[in-house]
């Protein structure tokens, strides 16, 4: 053989092992890859490179949300976690599943034989590692598939589940703001309560209304130094997920009007049994399983490894060597191993559906009865109490109502200030935990029920003012 005929040779073996190699991977798996893509964009660069949002003086939820889905170390796991799932969709349907080997044997002993010419080339595959038939490597790249869809279903649950955490927490910094300063009131209140019994006392009145007055008093102080100190360990943890020094300054969200939802409970429960990602994402994996158990008994299919024999006269001779499946044993164990770890996934799956259905309905129920009381306390009991404080006051300087009615009539009010600042944000952690079950934002299913749809997911779910959530990959 020339030099040039062995050039051509291994050229030619080169261009086969280049040429052959393919993917036989699901063709939905590029839209799994585009949706990963589409979050890399975020979480891709070095944490060095990134620069993270800063907080306005006065910040709103929308700005908190937003900082904490980009600083979260958490979620940016779970990213990448996904990332690693679609990237052995690959790796699985890739083929030929084993290397290429090239062999070759000289003549030692070859008279007067050129050595190209007493060399022979051997071409075929990996004897350790059998070339599996395409059928067994096209299911792996849909187990593989199926695996990276529930990864990324974890990755949106994650997502959400910071949202809850971060919107929760908020509405947590908002109320012990507000109850702070009803309760510093209180305290104001009770100081002039006080100065007054002590007054009377000096007049000749009861010793033991100025240690009634000096318990209350004493006691509004320790009120308002535990919410401080509440607060103070709430605007830690906020800083936590911002990614910023835990004593950062953060103002406290004033008196919002509540986040709109127009969904009706129907279609709120329609989205939470569709989107759900912890269930979608045990759904992929009962679709894995499933998978899993047909490659299961597709071992009882052959292998065959061909192979080739090229000497200087060019191919000489074709051969194959047919792997029969003779661990029958193992196959069938395989089988049913396949088989149980399916049943296990289904039933983790039904368990999930019944306690996400019923998680969500208490949940439901316990957001409408804040509604119902955030109502009944701006439209009801606070207008009476300010009407009853106001009477009061006007019998006090009258002379038809005395000092302690007018005390007790300003508790009462600054009582249902409390009341109703607790149920809003009663209402808005059960609506954080409605989207986290949910997997959608009640900003979308706004927009679908204005559509006239029952749901609609995004790859990158914004709202009408550009503020990322919680999405759906």
């Avoid at 990963?36 to 620069?51: D, H, I, L």
């Avoid at 959400?160 to 209140?189: N, S």
């Avoid at 986290?436 to 679908?448: F, I, K, P």
Wanted: negative net charge; glycine residues 8%; aromatic residues 4%.
């Amino acid at each position: 053989m020339s030099a040039s005929s062995y050039a051509r040779v291994v050229c030619r073996l080169a261009g086969i092992v280049v040429v052959g190699g393919c993917s036989l991977a699901p063709e939905q798996a590029a839209d799994e890859v585009a949706r990963v893509n589409a979050e890399g964009v975020r979480y891709e660069p070095e944490v060095a490179e990134r620069s993270l949002p800063e907080l306005p003086e006065r910040p709103h939820w929308k700005d908190v949300l937003a900082r904490a889905l980009l600083a979260n170390g958490d979620l940016e796991a779970a990213y990448f976690a996904w990332r690693g799932a679609v990237e052995r969709i690959g790796i699985a349907s890739a083929y030929p599943n084993t290397n290429v080997g090239l062999g070759f044997s000289t003549i030692v002993s070859s008279g007067g034989m050129k050595g190209f010419d007493a060399t022979t080339f051997n071409l075929g595959f990996d004897g350790m590692e059998n070339l599996s038939f395409p059928g067994k490597v096209k299911q792996q790249g849909k187990i593989a598939f199926d695996l990276a869809r529930s990864a990324g279903e974890r990755f949106r649950a994650a997502k959400f589940e910071l949202q809850k955490r971060v919107l929760v927490a908020w509405a947590d910094y908002g109320l012990l703001a507000e109850r702070l300063r009803i309760q510093r009131d209180a305290l104001e209140l009770a100081r002039i309560t006080m100065d007054t019994s002590h007054a009377k006392v000096r007049a000749g009145g009861a010793q033991q209304d100025v240690l009634t007055a000096e318990v209350a008093y004493r006691v509004a102080d320790d009120r308002v130094r535990s919410s401080e100190a509440a607060l103070d360990a709430v605007r830690a943890g906020l800083n936590g997920l911002l990614a910023r020094p835990a004593d950062t300054d953060l103002v406290p969200p004033s008196v919002e009007p509540p986040r709109e939802l127009v969904a009706d409970d129907a279609m709120l429960l329609a989205a939470a049994v569709e989107k759900n990602p912890e269930l979608a994402a045990l759904a992929h994996e009962v679709e894995g399983r499933t998978d899993a158990l047909a490659l299961a008994r597709m071992q009882w299919i052959p292998d065959v490894n061909p192979s080739a024999l090229i000497t200087s006269g060019g191919l000489e001779a074709l051969g194959a060597a047919i792997i029969l499946p003779t661990t029958i044993d193992e196959i069938r164990g395989g089988i049913r191993e396949a088989e149980a770890m399916l049943r296990e996934s289904e039933a983790m799956l039904r368990q999930s559906q019944h306690a996400r259905a019923g998680e969500f309905v208490a949940t439901l129920v316990a957001l409408r009865d804040a509604e119902r009381q955030t109502a009944l306390f701006e439209t009801q009991i606070l207008p009476l109490a300010g009407t009853v404080s106001s009477i009061v006051r006007q019998g006090y300087v009258n002379g038809a109502s005395s000092y302690r009615d007018l005390i007790d009539a300003e508790r009462s009010r600054l009582d249902a200030e409390v009341v109703l600042a607790e149920t809003r944000a009663a209402r808005e952690k059960r609506l954080a935990e409605i989207e986290a079950l949910m997997g959608v934002d009640v900003e979308t299913l706004a927009s679908s029920a204005r559509d006239g749809h029952a749901s609609k997911t995004l790859i990158h779910d914004e709202t009408a003012d550009g503020v990322e959530r919680g999405g759906s990959p």
